[in-house]
């Protein structure tokens, strides 16, 4: 359990620091100034009090303020102040006004958010049980004052009390708006980051990956029985791009994949990577559709449009390599700091193997798409050629859309 005496300031207690530090140097300067008054008065007793307890205890307030010690601090300030007002009232009466800073003690109080309800409570007895008691008791102070003077005390010490105490309020308030302000303008800081974050996310893992990340899924791997896969590569491009300087090729490359990502998108397609000058994407990942091998196919051939209209805006002769494939993959997330989304199997490798072996300008798929495409794309057996790491494979060209679809 916290030592509620022993408690350092925090951000959370910061404010009530604040404003105990400025009661403690009014404190100060009012017992101080005090010791006059007393003196005129003839009130011995209230003199030596001020000078020997009152000014040394706020000195010494002040000090564990700065050291930290703020509840302790707190406690001899609070007991002070009490036995000063209840000694005061006792010798100079009710009517001198003394009972007024015993309202203004409650209301200082209740700054202190390290003390719990129960602390609240019982000060509020002390306090409300003090007040009581000197007002039927106290009536009459042991030194005997001026009237005029009585009063001009009781009134003062009243307006003094609700002066200070509202000026210390304004500024507790004022410290509290301005920790909202600021705690709001943290956050929206915090928001901004953490969709920053998310955007960067969102580029380089599909949606549904990174809210399984975000959630705290550390080991992503999914398995799927039907999915297709493209792997497209510009033919030539290494060569055509030898006497251009780095900004030209890059600005190439991304004016045609900036499309290519835009038909992707459309189709509501899994873009996977691009190595180089090549392309991969994935259709029925991560999310599963029954037409992954139509979708993938109508995606290579709107990328082949893209390029015929590149080359006749352009004035370039650059042309696409495109192979497909269809199957059961695997998919997940590696890596440690680069992580990424990629894929494994069978389809994966043959459709770069199609991409490889394939010819420019055509779309050469493997036997397990064309299987269900056939229906729908017009398509061309190139028969069975030989693929490295397969060996002989039965393959097609897509030609394009069926007259009757």
């Not at 009243?158 to 709001?184: C, M, R, T």
């Not at 059961?328 to 989304?341: D, E, M, W």
């Not at 002989?392 to 394009?400: A, L, Q, S, W």
Request: aromatic share 14%; with cysteine; proline share 2%.
């Amino acid at each position: 359990m916290r030592n509620p005496i022993a408690y350092r300031v925090t951000e959370e207690n910061e404010k009530f620091y604040r404003v105990t530090q400025r009661a403690y140097f009014l404190g100060l300067f009012s017992h101080a100034s005090a010791v006059i008054v007393f003196i005129f008065l003839g009130i011995t007793e209230l003199v030596f009090f001020n000078l020997l307890i009152s000014v040394p205890t706020f000195i010494v307030a002040l000090i564990l303020n700065r050291l930290n010690r703020v509840n302790l601090a707190f406690v001899l300030a609070f007991f002070e102040l009490f036995i000063h007002q209840v000694a005061g009232v006792y010798f100079t009466g009710w009517e001198f006004g003394f009972q007024f800073w015993l309202l203004y003690l409650a209301g200082l109080s209740f700054f202190n958010p390290t003390w719990g309800n129960k602390v609240r409570v019982l000060q509020l007895i002390l306090i409300t049980t003090s007040y009581l008691l000197l007002y039927l008791f106290c009536q009459k102070g042991v030194y005997s004052i001026a009237q005029s003077l009585l009063h001009f005390m009781y009134v003062g010490n009243g307006i003094i009390v609700i002066i200070i105490l509202s000026l210390l309020i304004n500024n507790y308030s004022i410290s509290a708006y301005n920790a909202e302000k600021g705690l709001k303008t943290a956050n929206k800081q915090l928001d901004s980051a953490h969709k920053q974050t998310r955007s960067l996310l969102l580029n380089i893992l599909p949606e549904s990956i990174a809210n399984r990340l975000s959630g705290g899924e550390r080991q992503i791997a999914d398995s799927f029985t039907n999915a297709s896969i493209i792997f497209c590569d510009l033919v030539g491009f290494t060569k055509f791009s030898a006497d251009k300087n780095a900004q030209t090729i890059v600005k190439m490359l991304n004016s045609l994949f900036y499309q290519f990502d835009t038909i992707v998108e459309k189709m509501k397609l899994e873009k996977i990577k691009t190595i180089g000058d090549g392309y991969m994407v994935a259709a029925g990942v991560p999310q599963k559709r029954n037409d992954h091998a139509y979708s993938a196919v109508l995606c290579a051939l709107k990328m082949m449009q893209v390029i015929k209209l590149y080359n006749k805006k352009f004035g370039t002769n650059l042309n696409l390599r495109i192979g497909i494939s269809s199957g059961p993959v695997v998919a997940g997330v590696i890596g440690k700091n680069k992580f990424t989304y990629d894929l494994w199997g069978d389809p994966v490798n043959t459709a770069s193997r199609m991409e490889s072996h394939g010819r420019p300008g055509q779309i050469q798929i493997s036997k397990y798409t064309y299987e269900e495409i056939k229906d729908k794309f017009q398509t061309e057996s190139r028969g069975s050629i030989e693929i490295k790491g397969k060996g002989k494979m039965d393959t097609y060209f897509v030609k394009g859309y069926k007259k009757n679809r």
